[in-house]
């Protein structure tokens, strides 16, 4: 493989690994808005969050009765973007 090749793959992990922690960053502050107070729910999204695990999240969120159908897109979008990012 080619130098440039190599450069190209290791720009493209680096831009893939800066998107992924702008997109959990963004998941955990939407999550402390809508979950302000610490409770069960909240450390579950964000044990998903810091291990990467977009399904858990999206169960997470399933389970949040309080949510909005507008919320719920929002968050569903943002993971999705999330789970681009992580390859």
Request: charged share 25%.
């Amino acid at each position: 493989m080619s130098n440039a090749a190599q450069n190209q793959i290791r720009l493209r992990a680096g831009l893939e690994l800066e998107l992924s922690e702008s997109m959990r960053n963004t998941l955990r502050r939407w999550v402390v808005r809508q979950l302000p107070e610490a409770d069960l729910c909240r450390l579950l999204v964000d044990a998903a969050i810091a291990h990467n695990d977009p399904v858990l999240l999206r169960q997470a969120i399933a389970e949040m009765s309080d949510l909005t159908a507008v919320q719920r897109r929002h968050a569903s979008a943002l993971i999705d973007t999330w789970e681009k990012s992580l390859g």
